[in-house]
């Protein structure tokens, strides 16, 4: 039973660095720009919506910065690990090299469940402002081509067909190159943040020149109350769940903390990077920053132009919940505005996708090039040198599901996954810092003590405030993730049975 508790030692670290056949492409604004193109993207088009629906009020915002603040203090613990590990992998190949084994394995199981679900939930909502998009020229999709069976209220074959469509050709994208990826990506990014400005500004305008949404004396009047009362309404699942209140920016927090997955996507591009000590800390820092920022302006701007009870889905406007920032526009008169939101969301969508994708093969190569998982996964292409294999299996499970599947629960899960993540990173500096106290460290966590214990508290009490069927969920996806660990993991892992790979490697 000892052997689930092995460690990595970093020596082993340094060999699969120098023997990497990845690319190296990867400057530090073409990692932040990775950073950015994953975490504006979901939280901005999809989760405003519904946080401030069934969690927040106006008090979205306040939601925001305690999410911000949870990531602050893993961010920083990312960024000293990056610093000493800067290997694909993520915070998988962090525990594996402090924590041991075992935490090794459920970090990389949950990382997989983060990703994946990730992907699948942005590319449903992409095609949700997709059909938006088509709309603005007069093509109109027909229902059984845009929803999944279980949501599709006609009879007969249904399925998300742009979501299948739209993770088969980034599926394509990312067998061609990390660089093309990469190039693409940064083109995105540049689109949608020049798109998130536009929101802000326009947005600010709208409120404080229509004279029904702010006035001197009264100030902004959806934002009254500012955290409305704690009450109970049905959530998206039909039960009643408590919402508002303190109790709400709390679980808003929680239920959007799916938003913040980004700067975690740019650990696991870290074996692509060309100053990865350096550069690396620098982009999960600059990311959060940039998009927490943005965050808070936007969810303001859109709960003062939309009073937050308008999201209701069973409400006056049923279809304001799927395209949020969009509606708002729509709403206030602006449908020239909305058409441009619509139009980025459409393009900058697609760049959080490519990133979820891209992040999940590289856990895919850690966990493979450690035996815990077939080599198949971390097989890179001849010409190309990306994990083809993995990737075009990825793709193909990710547009089956997002195609067929009603997804209300995705955003909690992710959530759960990436909470989880954060915990045992910031734990695993502590541990780092007990048994390595000398290891050079071009970052290190100011403080780290403080750091440490706050991002493990505030992460616990977030995973607290998800959703229970999320939490079961998860808990179900963690056995059956102990159960394949003990069939399959443990026996071929490569520090257990180093004799397996001896001819091999």
Partial sequence: MSKIWVKKPLSAYEADMKKSELKKVLGKWSLTAIGVGAIIGGGIFVLTGTGAYYHAGPALAISFIIAGIACVFAALCYAEFASIIPVEGSAYAYA????????????????I????????????????????????????????????????????????????ILVLLITALLVKGTKEAAGANNLIVLLKTTAVIFVIFAGVYIIFSNTDLYNAVDGVKNWKPFIPDQIKIKNSEGDMVSAYGIQGIISGAAAIFFAYIGFDAVSTQA????NPKKDVPFAIIASLLICTALYICVSLVLTGMMHYTDF?????????????????????????????VT???????????????????????????????????????????????????????VALIAALTPISTLADMTSFGTLFAFTLVCIAVWVMRKKEPNLIRPFKVPAYQIVVGLGVIINLYLIYNLSDHAKELSAGWLLLGGIVYFLYGRKNSKLNNPEKYKDID
């Fill in 96 to 111: 594996y090299g402090t924590v041991g084994e075992i935490f090794a394995w459920a970090m990389g199981w949950c990382l």
């Fill in 113 to 164: 469940l983060e990703y994946a679900m990730a992907s699948m939930a942005v590319s449903v909502s992409w095609s949700g402002y997709f059909t938006k998009f088509l709309k603005i020229f007069g093509v109109h999709l027909p229902a059984y081509l845009t929803s999944d069976p279980a949501s599709y209220t006609g009879e007969g074959f249904s399925m998300n067909l742009p979501a299948f």
């Fill in 271 to 274: 074996g692509e990077a060309i």
């Fill in 312 to 340: 209701n889905p069973e409400g006056r406007y049923p279809d304001a919940i799927k395209a949020p920032v969009a509606y708002a526009f729509e709403i206030a008169g602006k449908h020239w505005a909305s058409n441009i």
């Fill in 343 to 397: 139009i980025a969301a459409t393009v900058g969508l697609i760049s959080v996708v490519m990133v979820m994708m891209m992040g999940q093969s590289r856990i895919f190569i850690g966990m493979a090039k450690d035996g815990l998982i077939p080599r198949f996964f971390g097989e890179l292409h001849p010409k190309t040198r990306t994990p083809y294999k993995g990737i075009i299996l990825l793709g193909i499970v």
